[in-house]
């Protein structure tokens, strides 16, 4: 009866889908019930048509009402919801993420997070490509502005990763040369720092030619899987990691050999 009082939102049905996003920037959303279950070694089914050279870098299940979080290589953040991502078949290449957000020329998305309010989680952690990390107040990202500045990237700088982490989580990361460290997340080692900040050094690196290439939160029971380009894996439980203090230099997560991949 009174204006105003139904949002699009509410016309949407609140389900399952699956969200892609191609590194060349396609996006689409498609009904996770698409997708049939097969037993572990199928062949699997096309989920995606792909240009030539294109890959698959983010895909999540979520929920058509969930918020979605765009982290890009240029330290911004955008934002929308499930049902905005264009709908599209389960072999269909979807459309560009231009029509949905208003990335700069030489903006990629690096992190993609899904939650259901800025209650999800008490801090945001990014981490850059140098090796920098920054803990930030999830609800500082709850405004009414489709795009916020999420940290202030130095020169030649980029991030590479965003997680939710908890009070006293463990924050585990790991170089392109195969060294890692982990340290605790608490104010006492990672203090909360504004949205427009740099952050600070979170991994020190052996070699110049070494940078951050993951960063994840370390789980009760969880194991560390690495893997080359050149498709060796291997999975080790993080209790043979030691908590140590940030800023350190890396120990040893994957001994790498030229003739299995980087």
């Known amino acids: 009866p009174a204006e105003d009082e139904v949002s699009i939102a509410d016309l949407i049905a609140e389900r399952d889908v699956v969200i892609t996003i191609t590194r060349d920037g396609y996006a689409k959303r498609t009904p996770a019930d698409l997708y049939r279950s097969q037993r572990r070694g199928g062949k699997g089914i096309k989920g995606a048509a792909l240009r030539e050279d294109d890959i698959v870098e983010h895909f999540m299940v979520t929920s058509t009402h969930d918020l979605l979080l765009f982290f890009t290589n240029r330290g911004r953040v955008y934002r929308a919801r499930g049902f905005e991502v264009p709908e599209a078949g389960r072999d269909a290449r979807g459309k560009h993420v231009a029509n949905l957000l208003a990335l700069a020329g030489d903006e990629q998305i690096a992190q993609v997070l ?149």
Request: aromatic share 6%; hydrophobic share 40%.
């Open 114 to 262: 899904s939650i259901k309010n800025f209650e999800a989680a008490k801090y945001l952690v990014l981490a850059t490509k140098a090796g920098l990390v920054k803990k930030t107040a999830l609800s500082e990202f709850d405004t009414n502005r489709s795009t916020l500045i999420a940290i202030n990237l130095r020169e030649d700088d980029e991030v590479i990763s965003a997680r939710l982490v908890g009070a006293g989580d463990d924050l585990l990361l790991v170089s392109a040369k195969g060294l890692s460290v982990r340290f605790n997340s608490s104010d006492d080692t990672l203090r909360p720092m504004g949205r427009a900040t740099s952050g600070v050094i979170g991994m020190r690196f052996k070699h110049e030619s070494d940078y951050l290439l993951a960063m994840d939160v370390v789980r009760d029971g969880a194991s560390l899987v690495t893997v080359t380009d050149g498709g060796f894996a291997k999975r080790t439980q993080l209790t043979e990691w030691p908590t140590k203090g940030r800023a350190t230099l890396g120990i040893r997560a994957m001994r790498l050999v030229q003739e299995r991949g980087k």
